[in-house]
């Protein structure tokens, strides 16, 4: 649980409550313009109304600039921006030709597999040529190809699982199959920082949902205790399932779940565990399976295993891996199955390909060699963040690290200045995150070198100073340097 400073959390209230005053008075005044102004809705009612668009107008698109940046090339370690403009007050931003070569410290590249392949490139080519960039099908009329039973097989095995099935979009993965999984009568407890795909999911499963605080385990066992108790609102019936979701890498905390504990607790109430890893399969552990590998979890224990292709991959999609009698279920009854077109031939291949480096079975050792990069350079990045001063959410081994920013005015001025030196960062705010705990959300990637990382703490640094971020005092320099020389000893 984050705590933050009581000095910030004063000054971030005051802020947005100073923006929250002057945007009343401007949609007052904006009030009193349309009252004497032609009405052209001819007696529709508004399709926004002014409170249900109120925090887009007065305070999104006031920066509306550090978000949805474009770019006109491959995601890499470095990629390029396009530059915007506007002459509205930022209410519409337009393109130029212009474009700044950036660090890139945004992206979901976790691998490299984003940008360009010895081994995977040449594959996904001549999968295009050999069928189409789609099916124009579903999977149960004319869109099942060869690849994509092959990567089923191959996730499957990859995962440790019986058998997959995988969808063209890693999002739908989780809000169609939960609905599909758990029903009325059914019970899902859900940790309160899961990802808004399996908000949705489970929202719109018809379930019962309950909350666990993030990450807790022991809350997770009071909170199963007390609704087996109950039971059914109204009847008090038996659940007829009880569903308990946690995500590997939260991607918003940068923390790995607490998962050999929850695993404990969910075996002794009997309780399905359902284990999204977008964020983590392909990224950690010995050879990239995950947080299973990392904690040394059992994957026989874990029942629903989800993930997606968009991260360490460098495609798109995702998976759900199970028994075989779940797969088969899912694949009678899913609308993402049953309805949706399927993956893209040549995204499916990438990750066939991707998964055969990341296993050594391109007869190289590439894949050895991404994982022990990016965890190194997770780890070293998350150090040298902590030794400034920044405040760091995220465990060791984690390739997303959260810097904390909290207040509004902070966000747009870290992320133009770090742009302006150009370095690309993500900045997270409401409704993303609660309102106090807006952050700039740092994704590392295998592709970076050292001198990548270090140009980007220097400007990190600088913006840092500059902004007012630095929350904790810093390391010594002297000691800083010392410990850089044992290690490098």
């Not at 291949?349 to 055969?356: C, D, F, G, L, R």
């Not at 207040?407 to 770090?418: G, L, Q, V």
């Amino acid at each position: 649980m984050i705590s933050i400073p009581y000095l910030t959390a004063l000054t971030t209230y005051f802020s947005y409550g100073l923006l929250f005053v002057f945007g009343q008075i401007r949609d007052f005044f904006r009030k009193i313009i349309d009252w004497w102004s032609a009405n052209n809705l001819q007696g529709y009612a508004p399709i926004c109304l002014g409170l249900e668009d109120f925090y887009i107008r007065r305070l999104y698109l006031r920066i509306q600039d550090c978000f949805g940046r474009p770019i006109s090339s491959a995601p890499d370690a470095w990629f390029d921006v396009v530059e915007r403009f506007s002459n509205d007050s930022n209410k519409t931003l337009k393109r130029t030709n212009k474009v700044s070569r950036c660090l890139n410290l945004g992206s979901y590249n976790y691998l490299g597999f984003a940008a360009s392949d010895e081994y995977c490139t040449p594959r996904v080519i001549e999968s295009l040529k050999k069928y189409s960039p789609s099916t124009c099908s579903s999977r149960v009329d004319g869109g099942t190809l060869m690849v994509h039973n092959e990567l089923e097989e191959c996730v499957a095995r990859f995962v440790g699982k019986p058998a997959a099935i995988v969808f063209g979009m890693g999002y739908v993965t989780n809000s169609a199959i939960l609905p599909v999984l758990m029903r009325k009568g059914s019970l899902i407890i859900s940790d309160s920082l899961n990802h808004n795909s399996i908000v949705n999911g489970a929202r719109g499963s018809g379930a019962t949902i309950r909350v666990f605080q993030h990450n807790t385990p022991s809350h997770l066992e009071e909170v199963l205790r007390e609704q087996i108790a109950e039971g059914q609102p109204r009847t008090h019936r038996p659940w007829k399932k009880i569903m308990v979701i946690v995500e590997g890498i939260y991607s918003m905390e940068g923390e790995l779940c607490k998962f050999p504990e929850i695993i404990a607790i969910c075996k002794k109430y009997k309780a399905y565990i359902y284990l999204d890893e977008a964020h983590s399969i392909g990224a950690v552990g010995k050879t990239g399976r995950g947080v299973c590998e990392l904690l040394e979890v059992d994957t026989a224990d874990v029942d629903i295993m989800m993930g997606t292709f968009t991260k360490s991959f460098g495609s798109c999609g995702g998976y759900i891996a199970g028994s075989k009698e779940l797969i088969q279920y899912l694949k009678y009854t899913c609308p993402a199955h049953l309805y949706a077109t399927s993956i893209s031939p040549p995204a499916a291949e990438q990750i066939i390909s991707a998964i055969k480096v990341i296993l050594g079975e391109d007869g190289s050792s590439r894949g050895a060699q991404k994982l022990a990069r990016i965890r190194e350079n997770s780890n070293f990045f998350r150090s040298e963040l902590q030794k400034m001063g920044f405040e760091v959410l995220g465990d060791n081994d984690s390739p997303v690290m959260p810097i904390m920013l909290y207040n509004p005015a902070k966000i747009p001025a870290f992320s133009r200045e770090c742009l302006r030196q150009n370095v690309a960062v993500v900045t997270v705010a409401f409704p993303a995150t609660p309102l106090l705990l807006a952050r700039a959300r740092i994704c590392i990637s295998a592709s970076h070198t050292k001198e990548d990382l270090i140009k980007a703490l220097e400007v990190i640094s600088r913006v840092g100073d500059l902004v007012g971020i630095k929350y904790f005092p810093a390391e010594p320099r002297k000691q800083m340097e010392e410990e850089e020389r044992m290690k490098l000893e």
